[in-house]
């Protein structure tokens, strides 16, 4: 037969664990309905049944489930991954049989969209690809797509943070493709058709174009989006048949409380005072009396027992919630789990299927083996939450970055540290640990040695490093957590007495930030003031090889200068540096155009990285873009104090500090930061983005380029604020800017704007 549609079928749906362990998220039930079988409904509205569908993921529960589309009036035909090939690669299984224009559909999401309209908007662009694109409020999720005034895209960035968030349009996985886009689909690896297919075309010059849908979508990729669907599906904001109300078949005790939006499956039984509010109850299912099911979804034949409570999570087929049992925010149980009496899930815990939580406990983390009943030790912080999470986290750094020799070092957590090392161990990894150490230390320790990477403890968080001694990027980090989910990586435990010891690690590290030349003699005298005993030590050492003869190190408690010293200021973390003298103390700016031109000296190029000022263009004729490792001494001069204090002391034999800033470019930089919402941020960027007509470079934000200046407007990841960073050789141009673009910034967000619902 001749196909016009394929619904995608074959992911894991890692993110919904355990929910989906041994159910594929294209079945996961929408009050009682399988996710996919909304995508085979809305086809079939719009006059397709002929679909093809892509499997991979536990593929004959999909084949039995659907059979070949005989309940839904339409012709099924399946297309079986023998191991994953992206999207496209799965789509491109079908080709014999994708002839003409056709549609392709994810089986895990939810949408209403209008594909007569859309498809006819394909047809009046003569597309080679239309997307379906839906405007969201908090896109970071999902791939974000910028296009033009003709709705011709020019761009896409997938899950971008805040810093990356230009547009609010967000591609829903609905697409109108030509039979002709398999010639640009390579017939060998994986090929996903919006990381790669899609921006090749773009690069290409290839008509692909998006169409905004004012339909329902939502992305049913988590527990907190699959109970926003079935609520939105209760309250009718989806335009499906559904099903509401209470069977003819159910029992519900006349005490019993039946509040909001709500439906009791077949034979259900409701006992008397139960309150049962904005909740899908399963076939079968048991609700004991005086117990509570709020923003829930129970499947078949769940117990809740007496006075149990139950709010905001999903309880899989035979699951069990025994006698005043609570149940938070986010909490799931896979099929057939049980917390026992008493017992209290704290928000967002998971229990894997068939495991048990012991009567009375209370628990902080996931349940993923045998029968838990008593808290672990905790490491807390955002990065490792107990000490089961840190070698969970350990094993999958070493499974997804292929480590096999990791550097270890801690800042005031050297328990934390042990126990990476003994979770490094137990994964395979050779792990040396450096003990006290700096985050930059760490970092040039790890470039240094040519090691695969490292961890850094901090307070109670694991920083986790790459290579080249940076921060694992969004991509590895998200692949980190994706491994911890699927339970991918190796057993979660610490080896015992595997640390090992690194000896030598503050030579190492010298060697690798104080300049080749470093014994010429150094007459000019420097003092060095730091909180930290570590750091005045490295850098009485790093002066002594320099040829210093006139220097001294001291504590913060009397920061005063002798007559012709340089001061240098370092901060506990070793990251930041001030530079002064009895007269003048540089600014931020002056010590980074500083840097910069000393190392333009030294290597005769500079990159284009974050925090790099356009007045450096005056030093460099070109800046460079970003080079992954080659850059790795430039960022360890911004980023390290004590490398930065090496490199101005070297300059300071060639006279004083004076001198060196004589003929630097001039430059005012101003920073402010203005409060806004979390779903402001995205806004604030396309708005600013859309309005302007001046040159602008989207990277971490956007920056804006003036006549006489520069504008940057960046999200902050992390808290409720936009931060702009403003530029000039004119520091009143500087102020002008600066108060500018904050004016517009709280004129966008002062504008009151409908929020779309999940996502209406």
């Known amino acids: 037969m001749s196909l016009q549609a394929i619904i995608m079928a074959g992911g894991e749906g890692m993110r919904l664990r355990p929910i989906t362990a041994h159910t594929p998220k294209p079945l996961c039930p929408l009050l009682g309905e399988p996710v996919m079988g909304y995508a085979i409904k ?5 006059g397709i049944s002929d679909i093809g569908v892509t499997l991979w993921y536990q593929p004959q529960k999909i084949r039995r489930a659907f059979h070949k589309g005989e309940r839904y009036g339409v ?8 191991e994953p090939i992206g999207t496209a690669g799965s789509v491109k299984m079908a080709r014999k049989q994708l002839t003409d224009t056709f549609f392709v559909l994810s089986g895990d999401g939810l949408t209403d969209c209008d594909l007569t309209a859309a498809l006819q908007f394909h047809k009046e662009k003569k597309a080679l690809a239309t997307l379906v694109l839906k405007r969201v409020s908090v896109p970071l999720a999902y791939g974000v797509v910028l296009t033009d005034g003709d709705n011709r895209i020019t761009r896409f960035i997938e899950k971008p943070d805040w810093k990356r968030v230009f547009s609010d349009l967000v ?24 990381k790669d297919i899609f921006p090749a075309l773009l690069s290409g010059g290839l008509p692909v174009y998006g169409y905004e849908t004012d339909g329902y979508w939502c992305d049913v990729g988590d527990q907190r989006a699959y109970l926003q669907a079935q609520t939105d599906l209760l309250q009718g904001k989806v335009n499906f048949p559904h099903v509401s ?12 409380n039946i509040e909001g939006v709500c439906y009791i499956g077949e034979e259900a039984i409701i006992g008397p005072g139960a309150v049962i509010r904005d909740a899908f109850i399963g076939s079968r299912a048991y609700i004991g009396s005086g117990a509570v099911v709020e923003n829930s979804c129970l499947w078949q034949d769940v117990t809740v027992q007496e006075r149990a409570r139950v709010c905001g999570s999903v309880l899989c087929d035979g699951a069990a919630v025994r006698q005043g049992a609570e149940l938070s925010d986010g909490c799931s149980l896979g099929a057939r789990a049980a917390v026992g ?4 899930l704290r928000p967002g815990v998971k229990v894997w299927p068939h495991f048990r939580v012991a009567p009375g406990a209370v628990v902080s983390q996931n349940v993923t083996s045998g029968d838990w009943s008593a808290p672990q030790w905790t490491a807390g912080g955002a990065a490792c939450d107990t000490s089961e999470n840190a070698c969970a986290l350990c094993g999958a750094y070493a499974r997804v970055t292929g480590a096999r020799r990791a550097l270890l070092g801690h800042s005031g957590a050297a328990a934390l540290e042990t126990l990476a090392a003994g979770a490094f161990s137990a994964a395979g990894v050779d792990a040396l640990c450096v003990g006290e150490a700096t985050e930059p230390m760490l970092g040039a320790l790890i470039r240094s040695l040519r090691l695969d990477g490292g961890v850094f403890a901090h307070g109670q968080t694991l920083l986790f490093l790459d290579r080249n001694g940076l921060p694992l990027s969004a991509k590895q980090t998200s692949a980190m957590d994706a491994c911890v989910l699927r339970q991918d990586a190796p057993p979660a435990f610490a080896h015992p007495a595997a640390a090992r010891h690194f000896t030598g690690a503050e030579e190492v590290y010298l060697s690798s930030v104080l300049p080749p030349d470093a014994a010429r003699l150094l007459l000019s005298p420097v003092a060095v003031f730091s909180e930290s005993w570590m750091l005045l030590r490295l850098a009485e050492a790093g002066l002594r090889r320099m040829g210093a003869r006139d220097f001294r190190v001291s504590s913060v408690d009397n920061v005063e200068l002798r007559p012709l010293e340089t001061g240098a200021l370092l901060s506990r973390d070793g990251k930041e540096l001030t530079v002064f003298t009895a007269s003048h103390t540089l600014t931020p700016e002056q010590k980074t155009m500083l840097i910069l031109a000393l190392l333009y000296q030294n290597t005769g190029r500079l990159y284009d990285l974050p925090g790099v000022p356009r007045a450096a263009e005056k030093i460099a004729p070109l800046l460079l873009p970003d080079g992954g490792a080659e850059c790795a001494a430039q960022r360890a001069a911004l980023s390290d104090g004590l490398f930065g204090l090496f490199l101005i002391c070297d300059a300071l034999r060639n006279g004083p500090l004076e001198t060196l800033l004589k003929d630097l470019p001039e430059t005012h930089i101003l920073a402010k930061e203005i409060a806004c919402g979390m779903r402001d941020k995205g806004r604030i960027l396309n708005r600013l983005c859309g309005q302007t007509d001046l040159p602008r470079t989207l990277g971490e934000g956007v920056r804006i380029r003036h006549e006489n200046g520069y504008a940057t407007i960046v999200p902050d990841a992390h808290r409720n604020l936009v931060r702009v960073t403003s530029e000039s050789v004119n520091s009143e141009f500087a102020q002008e800017l600066c108060d500018f673009y904050s004016d517009q910034i709280q004129k966008i967000t002062a504008q009151k704007k409908t929020s779309p619902s999940s996502e209406r």
Request: glycine residues 10%.
């Open 42 to 46: 809305l086809l079939k509205q719009h």
């Open 75 to 82: 012709k099924l035909k399946y297309y079986e991954e023998k």
């Open 171 to 194: 591609n829903t996985g609905v697409y109108i493709l030509e039979p002709d886009i398999f010639d640009y689909i390579p017939d060998q690896g994986a090929q996903d058709f919006g």
């Open 245 to 256: 109300g209470i069977h003819e078949s159910a029992r519900v005790d006349g005490t019993a």
């Open 341 to 344: 009496a008493f017992a209290l």
